[in-house]
């Protein structure tokens, strides 16, 4: 299991890596991120936080730009939880506040009255910086909806599977309210500990998709 990690991060290192402000051009329509975060190292490389992938279709670019740009904590889980971890960390009682979904228009007749919008804001640009500041990543095309989520499962598994990955101790997910990041040492909470890559999905990985991936960027 560690040995298919530790590839997984060297080959994921040696992609070329974009950080914000970022090309829109330099990401495919449809695909794999992998995020790495600043101060966190795993393998004599950059550590992987964070994978993750989109459900529509042509949705990547719109995926990254609502993690990266958009500030909206209810169209981004990734956003939602940096900012759980900050409140929590600074023992800041906003955070049950930051916990309700305004998505609906049922949730937002319903709770918009006890929320103080302009506190929310500037949480929202605090959590912009600091994604903005301390995050790259690297993206791969998959253009077919089912393999990408498969894939994305699988190195999910892989990685929140080695005993050589942990975070620093000065991993601002440590603060985290949710024990499952904090576990894992990755912002999600979903594909963990469940089946990981193969050998033979390892070579599909590096002679299928990641070959492609030289093309996209030439």
């Given at each position: ?69 958009n500030e909206n904590k209810d ?70 909806k089912q393999k990408r989520l ?52 390892m070579i599909k990985l590096k ?12």
């Open positions: 299991m560690s040995d298919n990690c530790r590839k997984l991060h060297e080959w994921f290192n040696s992609m070329p890596k974009l950080k914000f402000p970022f090309n829109e051009k330099n990401i495919p329509m449809n695909g794999i991120y992998i995020l790495f975060e600043k101060g966190e190292f795993a393998h004599n490389t950059n550590r992987i936080v964070r994978i993750g992938t989109h459900t529509g279709k042509n949705q990547l670019r719109l995926r990254l730009i609502q993690h990266f740009v169209r981004s889980i990734f956003r939602k939880n940096i900012g759980r971890a900050l409140l929590n960390k600074n023992k800041d009682s906003f955070l049950g506040k930051w916990e309700l979904d305004l998505t609906t228009k049922k949730s937002k007749d319903k709770f918009s009255n006890r929320i103080d919008f302009e506190r929310q804001n500037e949480i929202e640009k605090d959590v912009s910086k600091y994604i903005q500041d301390n995050f790259s990543f690297v993206v791969f095309k998959i253009d077919d498969e894939l994305e499962s699988k190195i999910i598994s892989t990685i929140s599977f080695c005993d050589e990955c942990k975070s620093s101790i000065n991993w601002l997910g440590l603060y985290s309210p949710k024990e499952k990041i904090r576990k894992s040492g990755l912002w999600l909470v979903n594909e963990l500990y469940k089946t990981p890559l193969s050998d033979q999905d002679n299928n998709f990641l070959a492609e991936n030289k093309l996209f960027f030439s």
